[in-house]
Nanobody, 119 residues
Framework: QVQLVESGGGLVQPGGSLRLSCAAS????????MSWYRQAPGKERELVAR????????NYADSVKGRFTASRDNAKNTVYLQMNSLKPEDTAVYYC????????????WGKGTLVTVSS
């Protein structure tokens, strides 16, 4: 079965850091573009970061640019999101998503991990 499982969320103070992980199974992640999305309370889901199949290129939302870094380890079928200088506005459920590099018709989703930034 195709699965994406996020981990690493939790409670952190403003200015702190967290590293999220997404473990993929049931498919070869090296052929997939991987993305991180988030959904804050009362808001729509938004794209946070996208990383290409080899990790050679990344894209970030303006709101997180310079603070968040996406990376991947294809040998481990895992992608990461390093989050630094966290703000209360970053509080959200963070989701891992995957799609084939050659198609936009198929997308898989994880169930999410909650990040709460609060003092």
């Amino acid at each position: 079965q195709v699965q994406l499982v996020e981990s690493g969320g939790g409670l952190v103070q403003p200015g702190g850091s967290l590293r999220l992980s997404c473990a993929a199974s049931g498919f070869t992640s090296s052929t997939y573009v991987m993305s991180w999305y988030r959904q804050a309370p009362g808001k729509e889901r938004e794209l946070v970061a996208r990383i290409t199949t080899t990790g050679s290129s990344t894209n970030y939302a303006d709101s997180v640019k310079g603070r968040f870094t996406a990376s991947r380890d294809n040998a481990k079928n895992t992608v990461y999101l390093q989050m630094n200088s966290l703000k209360p506005e970053d509080t959200a459920v963070y989701y891992c998503s995957a799609r084939p590099a050659t198609s936009t018709a198929l997308r898989y989703w994880g169930k999410g991990t909650l990040v709460t930034v609060s003092s």
